[in-house]
Structure formats: structure tokens, C-alpha cells
Nanobody, 120 residues
């Protein structure tokens, strides 16, 4: 069974930094596109950033220049470096990945989420 586990969330002051990690475990043949989503209270979940297996990245406009997504394919792990954090970045951050398992069709998986709070 495939699992995605996020870590690294917490409370930080405006202007501060956090680094989120998402580790995939289980029987997997390959992990394709991975992404970070977030959902603030009362708002819809939105894509923050995504990264292909080859390293091509995409960001939502509000985080460009502040957040950096990366991955280590050997460790089945994805990261989100968040700098210059703003109160509006406060949300639950979710890891998402398209994973191909042995003998099964490619499927999409979600992590359980990690809380990021930006406040003074």
C-alpha cells in the first residue's frame, strides 16, 4: 500500500521560512508528477507547485520567487522550501503524487496534510 507522509509544518512569523517534506513509501514502480496543494479555512484547495519526474516545475503566481519545489527520486521524497512567508500562506499543505505500482494502473495519492501557520 502506498503512503504519502508530509512533515515540516508549524508556526512561523511573517518573513520566516519553512521546509516541507513529503515521503512516499510502499511498493512502487515509479512516481510521476508530484505536487503541493494547500487549503485555507473557507477556501478551495489550490495547487501551489508541481514537479515532474524530470524536474520541470510549475508554481501558482502568488508563491513565485518565494517557494521552491524539488524532489529526490532516489529517496522518493519531495520538498517545498518556503521563504518570505506571509499570513496569507496559512493553510493545510497536502502532498499529491501520481504513482505507478507493479501490476496496477497509475493512481493519484494524497498525504494527510501538514499545518502551516504564519502569524506574529
Amino acid at each position: 500500500q502506498v503512503q504519502l507522509v508530509e512533515s515540516g509544518g508549524g508556526l512561523v512569523q511573517p518573513g520566516g521560512s519553512l521546509r516541507l517534506s513529503c515521503a512516499a513509501s510502499g511498493s512502487m514502480f515509479s512516481i510521476d508528477t508530484m505536487g503541493w496543494y494547500r487549503q485555507a479555512p473557507g477556501k478551495q484547495r489550490e495547487l501551489v507547485a508541481s514537479i515532474t519526474r524530470g524536474g520541470s516545475t510549475n508554481y501558482v503566481g502568488s508563491v513565485k520567487g518565494r517557494f521552491t519545489i524539488s524532489r529526490d527520486n532516489a529517496k522518493n521524497t519531495m520538498y517545498l522550501q518556503m521563504n518570505s512567508l506571509k499570513p496569507e500562506d496559512t493553510a493545510i499543505y497536502y502532498c499529491n503524487a501520481d504513482i505507478l505500482q507493479y501490476g496496477l494502473p497509475r493512481a493519484n495519492y494524497w498525504g494527510q496534510g501538514t499545518q502551516v501557520a504564519v502569524s506574529s
